[in-house]
């Protein structure tokens, strides 16, 4: 984004019969950060055959080419309503409300009146169509801005031309322009009249921080209504012709394949069925309802090849990690130090959204709607699966019921694809829950070994070795030739070396410090997890800081207050040690815990009271994991700007309900190759019986111009809170996570068939 | 194939479909009501929930063929109309603590806690925390804190 003086900047009006306005998406400071050759790749190999496989460069190139097929564009309607549409996935965090609402404040509409939509996949926007790394926001915070003002600017020009009356003297309000003789016209009146005859630049200004009437006040979301009546649509709910119930009859360990099937006659020929066909994955069925797939999955009679992850177990997989470690140092230090080993579970990243897409492939053309993160890597990778030319290949980005970085990911739109081609018909694919648990990526298992070395009221030094089952970063940072570097086996250390040097951070003065991270182990599906690497880098890091604390003689709020960097960080602290009355005498087996986590230009603090005493621990939950509660949370953040505080409020809610289970209740088991939670009655998210009955968010008040980043932010935060608080309850510093892994808390569902029926029996339970 | 006849959303119905089949799948795959959610096919997450005469029912484990003429079968999508408004006061609620994140929960959510106000409300009793406590429903955004407030302040204009 050109900036032209401090407020000034360029953005375009396009040809078209109504007013459209634009401006160029800029790439984010961490695309291009990670854009750069990861270390060690050697140059001029990197397009190897697959390059082709995945994507016609003239393809790219062309589209690339056209002047202003890279913008961002606001459309204004002759209904007086604004549109556009982002490209971005909104999955829950809130971002089509916050851009409704950039765009309210300079057009000076009511909210109602912006429509956002989501951008079908545009491959033109290279690296510019990627959700993640909380930066939504921060990318579009400023262009989106600058296209509204464009659209202000024509608006009023045009309205100067209509009421007779220089722009000076124009007033814009609630989408009414009024000249001082009192003449007035609607923006919608104005909508032809302001547009472009062919495409030019012009210069804009934006409001200043002073003049904003939307943009840093709470306002609930714009698809709530939708929300609260069943009326939002998400991929399974759109009714696209003769898209019909799919799924797919799924190995019984991790990544299996099918070797042969006995019955394919048999159930082609069940009621309701309409396909059978082997695919990469399994063995799809097609049919009127997925009643009747689920039936037909569980009929199939099927044997298998080995999967990927064969005979694994989470003892054998935490053999290889530790053999994977790198050295903390060869002699122990010569002062005093603190030092541990943590240890993290395997943990899913389902949302309750289940992995879905629908295909509709022709032979010359294909067409796919997913709730995607990710959409230009999966429209490539879908025409290279299909052999059709990325512009044959259209993928519309729908409405996403949660990611928690899963969405990042298209497994069930790739997948859709390949079936719809397969058996040429449309097709409405569905992962089972159990599909979905075992088959659908994992947040890595982990260890992290920390020691810090001290001397009186001095930390000396820092060292933390963090070393993981390899996370996929496949979907690079939303742009192709980045997620075939993902890919390189050389240039993928180098990958998740950058990403995890480009989000970690020291914010205590511990002296001399560093983070290394070692990855080890592919044969597993994974993907980052809400947070990536920090809620275990933080978590590990938080507990060694307790116990320095401890060792060092002082507590462990006014210890952080002294060793932490800035002033933002020492106010979050302040303000949560203050507000959640940090101290305060509790009964034995009930403690605080507070801890510290900065990310992407944000800062946040959680205390948290538990209560581990044994009637809590032991409270009766028919079918539910009680354990520990917390009792109470008091989230601090600052992250600079903030457009929706409302918005924000929820998104550190959410943070804390991971966080929490994260630390007490969830993760996965492997064993023999296969995880044994196959749905929500196995695996442990966050339940009301395990909600703080007392919570408090506090936004900081910020002088700052810029939003920072907020999706992730106190995942990381909330888990170490939770941690140190259990570690100061029980005497016991806890060193494995979830607290819980050790104890199975269900009987296993089988693997075949892979999918459970459904329960017969819900007339005995309604109440 | 097997005619089912019942009342949805307070229009008498008949439907084509295997007697087994559950009514999840009749609601969303035959007549294209898509209020009620799938999330794990198996009565444990919830996200399906609707009303059964009334009181909270799971249509992924109802076969179809249970269901008598006279029984009547409410989804969110007919929520409003049991009161006679555009919405009932627990949406409203929702709306007024922004409740919902992604949303694909929180049909279902509304529709347990509208079941659990009235249960509660025939018992001669507010509802408790306890009450909140043993709610089944999953939301993996994290949206619990929210739900118990909504709930307090629907089950007040209820």
Same mark, same amino acid.
Request: with cysteine; glycine share 8%.
């Given at each position: 984004?050109?900036?032209?003086?401090? @407020?000034?900047?360029?953005?375009?009006?396009?040809?078209?019969?109504?007013?459209?306005?634009?401006?160029?998406?800029?790439?984010?400071?961490?695309?291009?950060?990670?854009?750069?050759?990861?270390?060690?790749?050697?140059?001029?190999?990197?397009?190897?055959?697959?390059?082709?496989?995945?994507?016609?460069?003239?393809?790219?190139?062309?589209?690339?080419?056209?002047?202003?097929?890279?913008?961002?564009?606001?459309?204004?309607?002759?209904?007086?309503?604004?549109?556009?549409?982002?490209? @971005?996935? $909104?999955?829950?965090?809130?971002?089509?409300?916050?851009?409704?609402?950039?765009?309210?404040?300079?057009?000076?509409?009511?909210?109602?009146?912006?429509?956002?939509?989501?951008?079908?996949?545009?491959?033109?926007?290279?690296?510019?169509?990627?959700?993640?790394?909380?930066?939504?926001?921060?990318?579009?915070?400023?262009?989106?801005?600058?296209?509204?003002?464009?659209?202000?600017?024509?608006?009023?020009?045009?309205?100067?031309?209509?009421?007779?009356? =220089?722009?000076?003297?124009?007033?814009?309000?609630?989408?009414?322009?009024?000249?001082?003789?009192?003449?007035?016209?609607?923006?919608?009146?104005?909508?032809?009249?302001?547009?472009?005859?062919? +495409?030019?630049?012009?210069?804009?200004?934006?409001? $200043?921080?002073?003049?904003? %009437?939307?943009?840093?006040?709470? #306002?609930?979301?714009?698809?709530?209504?939708?929300?609260?009546?069943?009326?939002?649509?998400?991929?399974?709910?759109?009714?696209?012709?003769? +898209?019909?119930?799919?799924?797919?009859?799924?190995?019984?360990?991790?990544?299996?394949? !099918?070797?042969?099937?006995?019955?394919?006659?048999?159930?082609?020929?069940?009621?309701?069925?309409?396909?059978?066909?082997?695919?990469?994955?399994?063995?799809?069925?097609?049919?009127?309802?997925?009643?009747?797939?689920?039936?037909? /999955?569980?009929?199939?009679?099927?044997?298998?090849?080995?999967?990927?992850?064969?005979?694994?177990?989470?003892?054998?997989?935490?053999?290889?990690?530790?053999?994977?470690?790198?050295?903390?140092?060869?002699?122990?230090?010569?002062?005093?130090?603190?030092?541990?080993?943590?240890?993290?579970?395997?943990?899913?990243?389902?949302?309750? $959204?289940?992995?879905?897409?629908?295909?509709?492939?022709?032979?010359?053309?294909?067409?796919?709607?997913?709730?995607?993160?990710?959409?230009?890597?999966?429209?490539?990778?879908?025409?290279?699966?299909?052999?059709?030319?990325?512009?044959?290949?259209?993928?519309?980005?729908?409405?996403?019921?949660?990611?928690?970085?899963?969405?990042?990911?298209?497994?069930?739109?790739?997948?859709?694809?390949?079936?719809?081609?397969?058996?040429?018909?449309?097709?409405?694919?569905?992962? #089972?829950?159990?599909?979905?648990?075992?088959?659908?990526?994992? #947040?890595?298992?982990?260890?992290?070994?920390? @020691?810090?070395?001290?001397?009186?009221?001095?930390?000396?030094?820092?060292?933390?070795?963090?070393?993981?089952?390899?996370?996929?970063?496949? *979907?690079?940072?939303?742009?192709?030739?980045?997620?075939?570097?993902? %890919?390189? =086996?050389?240039?993928?250390?180098?990958?998740?070396?950058?990403?995890?040097?480009?989000?970690?951070?020291?914010?205590?003065?511990?002296?001399?410090?560093?983070?290394?991270?070692?990855?080890?182990?592919?044969?597993?599906?994974?993907?980052?997890?809400?947070?990536?690497?920090?809620?275990?880098?933080?978590?590990?890091? $938080?507990?060694? /800081?307790? @116990?320095?604390?401890?060792?060092?003689?002082?507590?462990?709020?006014?210890? &952080?207050?002294?060793?932490?960097?800035?002033?933002?960080? &020492?106010?979050?602290?302040?303000?949560?040690?203050?507000?959640?009355?940090?101290?305060?005498?509790?009964?034995?087996?009930?403690?605080?815990?507070?801890?510290?986590?900065?990310?992407? *230009?944000?800062?946040?603090?959680?205390?948290?009271?538990?209560?581990?005493?044994?009637?809590? !621990?032991?409270?009766?939950? &028919?079918?539910?994991?009680?354990?520990?509660?917390?009792?109470?949370?008091?989230?601090?953040?600052?992250?600079?700007?903030?457009?929706?505080?409302?918005?924000?409020?929820?998104?550190?809610?959410?943070?804390?309900?991971?966080?929490?289970?994260?630390?007490?209740?969830?993760?996965? *088991?492997?064993?023999?190759?296969?995880?044994?939670?196959?749905?929500?009655?196995?695996?442990?998210?966050?339940?009301?019986?395990?909600?703080?009955?007392?919570?408090?968010?506090?936004?900081?008040?910020?002088?700052?111009?810029?939003?920072?980043?907020?999706?992730?932010?106190?995942?990381?935060?909330?888990?170490?809170? /939770?941690?140190?608080?259990?570690?100061?309850?029980?005497?016991?510093?806890?060193?494995?996570?979830?607290?819980?892994?050790?104890?199975?808390?269900?009987?296993?569902?089988?693997?075949?068939?892979?999918?459970?029926?459904?329960?017969?029996?819900?007339?005995? *339970?309604?109440? | 194939?097997?005619?089912?006849?019942?009342?949805?959303?307070?229009?008498?119905?008949?439907?084509?479909?295997?007697?087994?089949?559950?009514?999840?799948?009749?609601?969303?795959?035959?007549?294209?009501?898509?209020?009620?959610?799938?999330?794990?096919?198996?009565?444990?997450?919830?996200?399906?929930?609707?009303?059964?005469?009334?009181?909270?029912?799971?249509?992924?484990?109802?076969?179809?063929?249970?269901?008598?003429?006279?029984?009547?079968?409410?989804?969110?999508?007919?929520?409003?109309?049991?009161?006679?408004?555009?919405?009932?006061?627990?949406?409203?609620?929702?709306?007024?603590?922004?409740?919902?994140?992604?949303?694909?929960?929180?049909?279902?959510?509304?529709?347990?806690?509208?079941?659990?106000?009235?249960?509660?409300?025939?018992?001669?009793?507010?509802?408790?925390?306890?009450?909140?406590?043993?709610?089944?429903?999953?939301?993996?955004?994290?949206?619990?804190?929210?739900?118990?407030?909504?709930?307090?302040?629907?089950?007040?204009?209820?």
């Amino acid at each position: 984004m050109p900036g032209l003086g401090r @407020r000034r900047f360029l953005g375009y009006v396009l040809a078209a019969p109504t007013l459209v306005t634009a401006a160029e998406l800029a790439p984010a400071a961490t695309a291009s950060a990670a854009a750069e050759t990861p270390a060690g790749m050697p140059s001029g190999e990197l397009p190897s055959p697959e390059i082709t496989e995945l994507v016609d460069l003239n393809d790219v190139m062309t589209l690339a080419a056209l002047p202003t097929s890279n913008l961002i564009t606001v459309e204004v309607h002759q209904d007086g309503t604004v549109s556009f549409a982002l490209p @971005r996935a $909104e999955v829950g965090q809130g971002i089509t409300t916050s851009t409704a609402m950039l765009i309210a404040e300079e057009l000076d509409l009511p909210l109602d009146r912006v429509r956002v939509t989501l951008a079908d996949a545009r491959p033109e926007l290279l690296f510019n169509q990627l959700t993640g790394a909380s930066n939504t926001t921060i990318s579009t915070y400023t262009p989106v801005r600058v296209a509204a003002a464009v659209a202000r600017r024509r608006l009023l020009e045009a309205a100067a031309r209509e009421l007779g009356a =220089p722009v000076g003297d124009l007033k814009l309000r609630a989408g009414v322009i009024t000249a001082p003789g009192g003449g007035s016209v609607s923006i919608g009146a104005l909508a032809g009249k302001a547009a472009g005859d062919q +495409a030019r630049r012009v210069s804009v200004e934006l409001k $200043e921080r002073e003049q904003f %009437k939307v943009v840093g006040r709470p #306002h609930n979301r714009i698809d709530a209504l939708a929300a609260v009546t069943g009326r939002k649509k998400f991929a399974l709910d759109l009714d696209i012709p003769d +898209a019909r119930p799919t799924m797919v009859c799924r190995p019984p360990t991790i990544n299996g394949t !099918v070797a042969s099937v006995a019955n394919l006659d048999e159930v082609r020929a069940m009621t309701g069925v309409t396909d059978v066909a082997v695919v990469s994955t399994g063995v799809a069925v097609r049919a009127r309802t997925f009643g009747q797939c689920v039936k037909a /999955v569980r009929a199939l009679r099927v044997s298998w090849k080995p999967g990927t992850a064969e005979g694994k177990s989470d003892e054998t997989v935490l053999k290889t990690l530790r053999a994977a470690e790198q050295p903390l140092g060869l002699l122990p230090p010569l002062t005093p130090s603190v030092e541990a080993r943590f240890t993290f579970r395997f943990r899913s990243n389902s949302a309750l $959204e289940p992995n879905c897409a629908i295909a509709d492939v022709r032979p010359d053309r294909a067409e796919i709607w997913s709730g995607l993160k990710a959409p230009i890597v999966a429209k490539q990778a879908i025409a290279a699966r299909l052999k059709l030319p990325p512009h044959a290949v259209t993928v519309h980005v729908t409405e996403g019921g949660g990611s928690f970085g899963r969405k990042l990911f298209f497994d069930a739109a790739l997948e859709a694809a390949e079936i719809s081609q397969k058996i040429g018909k449309p097709v409405k694919l569905m992962w #089972h829950r159990a599909d979905d648990a075992r088959q659908g990526r994992t #947040h890595p298992m982990a260890t992290s070994r920390v @020691r810090a070395a001290y001397l009186g009221n001095t930390v000396l030094s820092y060292k933390q070795r963090h070393t993981s089952v390899s996370t996929d970063l496949g *979907h690079g940072l939303g742009e192709v030739f980045t997620a075939l570097a993902a %890919k390189l =086996p050389v240039g993928d250390i180098g990958f998740s070396q950058t990403f995890f040097h480009l989000s970690q951070s020291m914010p205590y003065n511990f002296g001399h410090h560093s983070r290394l991270l070692s990855e080890t182990d592919k044969s597993f599906n994974t993907g980052s997890m809400r947070g990536v690497y920090s809620p275990d880098v933080v978590c590990a890091r $938080e507990l060694i /800081v307790d @116990r320095l604390a401890s060792e060092m003689g002082k507590d462990p709020f006014r210890f &952080r207050r002294d060793f932490l960097r800035d002033d933002r960080a &020492r106010a979050v602290l302040e303000k949560v040690a203050e507000a959640g009355d940090w101290g305060r005498t509790m009964p034995a087996r009930t403690a605080q815990g507070i801890a510290f986590h900065s990310e992407y *230009h944000s800062a946040s603090a959680v205390l948290v009271e538990i209560d581990c005493r044994p009637e809590t !621990v032991d409270r009766p939950i &028919r079918d539910g994991v009680t354990g520990p509660r917390v009792t109470k949370a008091v989230l601090a953040v600052d992250v600079g700007l903030t457009v929706n505080p409302r918005g924000l409020e929820a998104q550190m809610m959410g943070c804390l309900m991971d966080g929490i289970a994260q630390t007490l209740t969830s993760s996965l *088991h492997l064993r023999d190759g296969y995880f044994l939670e196959a749905s929500w009655d196995n695996y442990f998210y966050t339940r009301q019986w395990n909600t703080p009955p007392e919570l408090k968010i506090i936004i900081m008040p910020s002088a700052s111009d810029r939003p920072g980043g907020a999706g992730e932010l106190g995942v990381a935060t909330s888990m170490a809170a /939770v941690a140190c608080a259990y570690g100061r309850a029980t005497g016991t510093m806890p060193t494995s996570f979830p607290i819980n892994h050790g104890t199975l808390s269900f009987v296993p569902k089988p693997t075949v068939p892979p999918i459970p029926a459904s329960p017969t029996d819900g007339l005995d *339970h309604t109440r | 194939m097997p005619e089912h006849t019942f009342r949805l959303n307070g229009e008498q119905i008949t439907v084509e479909a295997d007697d087994d089949e559950r009514l999840l799948w009749v609601l969303r795959d035959i007549l294209g009501i898509t209020g009620p959610k799938y999330g794990c096919g198996i009565n444990v997450c919830k996200a399906c929930t609707s009303h059964l005469n009334g009181k909270a029912a799971n249509p992924c484990a109802i076969p179809v063929k249970e269901l008598r003429p006279t029984d009547e079968v409410t989804t969110i999508e007919g929520l409003p109309a049991t009161v006679g408004k555009d919405l009932h006061p627990m949406q409203q609620a929702w709306l007024d603590q922004d409740v919902a994140q992604c949303g694909y929960c929180q049909p279902g959510q509304i529709m347990t806690a509208v079941a659990l106000v009235r249960r509660v409300a025939q018992e001669g009793r507010r509802i408790t925390d306890a009450d909140l406590d043993n709610i089944r429903n999953i939301c993996r955004c994290g949206t619990y804190f929210r739900i118990r407030e909504a709930i307090r302040a629907g089950a007040e204009n209820m």
